[in-house]
T-cell receptor
Framework: KAGVTQTPRYLIKTRGQQVTLSCSPISGHRSVSWYQQTPGQGLQFLFEYFSETQRNKGNFPGRFSGRQFSNSRSEMNVSTLELGDSALYLC?????????FGPGTRLTVL | DAKTTQPPSMDCAEGRAANLPCNHS???????VYWYRQIHSQGPQYIIH???NNETNEMASLIITEDRKSSTLILPHATLRDTAVYYCIVRAGSLTGNQFYFGTGTSLTVIP
């Protein structure tokens, strides 16, 4: 089976812009979770979608949002980018109890 | 919040067994122990998980103490490619959601 794919792999934006990141889960996986990884805060849970519904949400401002489509593909959006949003954004899909991570999208905000 | 404690770093000689400890003294009866590793700037890679019994797969072995308050991940014959940050995570089953709370992990360096 193909693994979790994320696009784009690298992205450079400027402050105030918005960005959309995409995640395609492993075939058959209905749960998609998003994480942010920064050197200072480590890996932090953003939110999880299951069957097109947000099931859990981490402690992030409303500028961070996401959605899931009927084919389980997911997108996350960050509006009004800040310098501190520079990070590796990771997507993970799961079936039953184990999460499988994608390679991540490296976002740099200038 | 992460519910685990791991040493920040460890070294291991190539070809020897790497034993990575994890303390999870507040683990609940329905919580699993998961291990992931992350090679620099890549996505975390699933290694193994368990509830009560010891587990083994092609990558590693997981030894969970009888009281379940700690566990050890064993890489039987470490290679240079095993150099990574290893995360121990405890979480309940997926009925409550699939969020993982990562701690700071153990940075394992395999030395030639």
């Amino acid at each position: 089976k193909a693994g979790v794919t994320q696009t784009p792999r690298y992205l450079i934006k400027t402050r105030g812009q918005q960005v959309t990141l995409s995640c395609s889960p492993i075939s058959g996986h209905r749960s998609v979770s998003w994480y942010q990884q920064t050197p200072g805060q480590g890996l932090q849970f953003l939110f999880e979608y299951f069957s097109e519904t947000q099931r859990n949400k981490g402690n992030f401002p409303g500028r961070f949002s996401g959605r899931q489509f009927s084919n389980s593909r997911s997108e996350m959006n960050v509006s009004t980018l800040e310098l501190g949003d520079s990070a590796l954004y990771l997507c993970a899909s799961s079936v039953s109890d184990t999460q499988y991570f994608g390679p991540g999208t490296r976002l740099t905000v200038l | 919040d992460a519910k685990t404690t791991q040493p920040p770093s460890m070294d291991c000689a190539e070809g020897r067994a790497a034993n990575l400890p994890c303390n999870h003294s507040t683990i609940s009866g329905n919580e699993y122990v998961y291990w992931y590793r992350q090679i620099h700037s890549q996505g975390p890679q699933y290694i193994i998980h368990g509830l009560k019994n010891n587990e083994t797969n092609e990558m590693a072995s997981l030894i969970i103490t009888e009281d379940r308050k700690s566990s050890t991940l064993i890489l039987p014959h470490a290679t240079l490619r095993d150099t990574a940050v290893y995360y121990c995570i405890v979480r309940a089953g997926s009925l409550t959601g699939n969020q993982f709370y990562f701690g700071t992990g153990t940075s394992l360096t395999v030395i030639p």
